[in-house]
């Protein structure tokens, strides 16, 4: 019993991270139809330009905002203005396979100009352990979560409670009318993209912790990201958000329980099943066929 | 005009197969191995070029199949079958397997369809790696023979360069005979408009089977031919990045071209070994050169080809109409 409630507790925090790389995902195909093969290492970086920033010197609070300024200059404004620009109006798949190309791109610099190696990586959150109803919980997974958890009500809030939000909402369910109604059609694409880039390096900052920054870790966190987004919906953030700590606690449940040779399968077959279902995701509503 | 330009493409044609055949024979070891994977690399692209480009059902499963066939072909040729039948076994397997993974493009469709394709192909990898008692997980299958065709070994890097250039022979002139039957044009019309093909009598169910299908056999081919080229396969080859692979080199090329996939693997393959002289950055470069074609032509090479002859054409036909103008102004 007690080690279900771990495995629960490392799931949602895991899951809250997925999550919050999720979001992003699915914020980018709201707005640009971009789908974003490179998400996994838009995560992975972020660490790596912290990294960077502290072997120059800097504290790890300056090595934090730099990584995090950094990060939003090159995989938002960057990303959006040098890729998806050009390529937006070609369709989905002319994108979506130069952002695999991206993918390549980034993880070859990573390994290239910094090291092909794991590096550790400090942690935000002091480790160690409380207690609670009697259970050991390491600190770092309920940091995880609070963090996660403030970033994700933050961004909702943004999006529901504020003319801001509603702008970005609309340019994404309708361009042509925001356009009409005096909506900044393109200043909110750009906007979605600096989210994305602002939540992909918090990601990076709570999970490099925990799974060290290595070139290579953003190929599991980009399809753990792919299929909570799918699994929850692919046209709503709580979807996401859903579907991100859903896929961490199944992930956890099947290492333990089915077996370790295939915990990478329950995730998938989940996501197949859900697909042929539910294709509109768990909480998605269904998105209307254009013929 | 076209009375002189189809002998020329037949020139054209006839001197790169020449080429291919004459030009490697004093290729060393490692230059031969390039070319061979190109050729069955070319195999792959081409079933994913039909499945994709010419139907129009994105696929990120093709590596999978590849798979499949090339631990079809380890394990069959290791127990002592030929190599010929392991190829028919890979064929079929894939084709089955092909098939089923077809179902859901019938009620999905485009990013959908990549994710549940995607989807299959990690899991395919997860079954290579750890169903040890077939594939020998991990530590994989080694001493793959390379088989005797005609009497003939084929031991050696060239003999078994010419087995790969002739299976892509054989694929290039049944892919071309394909997609001009009416097959091909019922793939088209499925990619342009479904719902007029099924207006049109055409069986969209089964086509978008068959697409998925046959492009999955073509793949299968390739792995059949990738196990004894390598002569030792593990997982590792087989996971997703080689389906992200195949499916960059069919855009690359241009989809729905039919010489997409040979450029496509040709640049997939060998810039990386062009560029290998700047080391460390090679991959880099690449995943530069392949954003910056993309940007500049989403269409891939072939559609950079395209855009040219297409205009080429327009200002030849327009000339062509103003001297027959001034003609039956001069006679009248």
Redesign the interface.
């Known amino acids: 019993m007690s080690n279900l409630f771990d495995l629960l507790v490392a799931g949602l925090a895991t899951g809250a991270i997925y999550a919050l790389v999720a979001v992003g995902f699915t914020l980018l195909w709201q707005t640009s139809q971009t789908?974003n093969?490179a998400q996994g290492e838009f995560v992975m970086l972020p660490a790596f330009l912290m990294l960077a920033a502290m072997h120059a010197g800097a504290p790890f609070w300056l090595a934090i905002i730099l990584g995090i300024l950094l990060s939003m200059i090159l995989l938002g404004l960057g990303f959006k203005l040098l890729?998806v620009d050009?390529?937006m109006r070609?369709?989905?798949?002319?994108?979506?396979?130069?952002t695999?190309?991206?993918a390549?791109?980034i993880k070859?610099?990573v390994?290239?100009f910094f090291s092909a190696e794991a590096s550790p990586f400090p942690s935000v959150v002091p480790t160690g352990d409380i207690s609670i109803l009697g259970h050991a919980v390491s600190l770092q997974s309920i940091g995880v979560l609070v963090v996660a958890i403030l970033a994700v009500v933050g961004l909702t809030t943004l999006l529901n409670r504020t003319s801001l939000g509603h702008q970005m909402q609309a340019a994404a369910q309708n361009p042509t009318v925001a356009r009409i109604i005096g909506v900044p059609v393109e200043r909110m694409i750009l906007l979605t993209f600096l989210i994305n880039a602002f939540l992909v390096a918090l990601a990076s900052l709570l999970i490099t912790p925990i799974y060290l920054a290595k070139f290579s870790s953003g190929?599991v966190l980009g399809?753990a990201a792919?299929?909570a987004a799918?699994v929850g919906g692919?046209n709503q953030v709580r979807g996401a958000i859903a579907g991100g700590l859903l896929i961490g606690v199944l992930d956890n449940l099947a290492a333990a329980y089915v077996s370790t040779?295939?915990r990478?399968?329950v995730p998938?077959?989940f996501?197949?099943a859900v697909?042929?279902f539910r294709?509109q995701g768990l909480l998605g509503r269904a998105e209307e066929r254009t013929? | 005009m076209s009375s002189f330009g189809k002998p020329l493409k037949i020139a054209l044609g006839l001197a790169i197969i020449a080429g291919l055949i004459v030009i490697p024979m004093n290729f060393n070891r490692y230059g031969l191995f390039i070319l061979s994977q190109w050729a069955v690399m070319s195999i792959a692209a081409m079933g994913l070029n039909l499945t994709l480009g010419y139907a129009g059902q994105v696929s990120l499963a093709q590596g999978a199949f590849v798979g499949i066939g090339a631990y079809a072909a380890a394990i069959m040729t290791t127990h002592g079958w030929p190599l010929p039948a392991a190829i028919l076994v890979a064929i079929l397997l894939s084709f089955a397997v092909g098939w089923v993974l077809g179902y859901p493009a019938l009620r999905v469709q485009h990013h959908y369809l990549a994710f549940v394709t995607l989807a299959f192909s990690t899991l395919a990898f997860l079954v290579f790696r750890n169903e040890s008692w077939l594939t020998g997980g991990i530590y994989g299958i080694s001493n793959i023979p390379r088989p005797h065709i005609f009497g003939l070994a084929t031991n050696k890097p060239l003999p078994f360069y010419y087995v790969c250039l002739g299976s892509l022979a054989i694929v290039s002139l049944a892919v071309w005979w394909l997609i001009r039957s009416p097959w091909g044009r019922a793939f088209m019309a499925l990619r342009e408009n479904p719902l007029r093909a099924q207006s049109l009598g055409i069986d969209t169910r089964r086509y978008t089977l068959m697409a998925f299908a046959i492009g999955s056999a073509l793949g299968g081919i390739a792995g059949a031919l990738y196990a004894p080229l390598t002569q030792y396969i593990d997982p590792v080859p087989f996971n997703l990045s080689l389906s992200l692979d195949l499916l960059m080199m069919v855009i690359v090329g241009g989809a729905g071209f039919y010489f997409g996939p040979f450029l496509g693997a040709m640049i997939a393959v060998l810039l990386p070994e062009w560029l290998r002289f700047t080391e460390g950055y090679y991959l880099m470069l690449y995943a530069v050169a392949v954003m910056l074609l993309l940007i500049w032509s989403p269409t891939g090479i072939l559609g950079i080809l395209d855009r040219y002859l297409a205009e080429r054409r327009t200002k030849a036909a327009s000339a062509l109409r103003a001297v027959a103008k001034s003609r039956l102004e001069t006679v009248q």
Do not use: D, R, T
Request: charged share 5%; hydrophobic share 70%; proline share 7%.
């Open positions: 789908i093969f890729l050009p390529m070609h369709g989905v798949l002319p994108l979506a396979i130069a695999m190309a991206l390549i791109g070859e610099a390994k290239q190929e399809q792919f299929i799918i692919f040779q295939y990478a399968a998938m077959m996501l197949i697909i042929l294709p013929v």
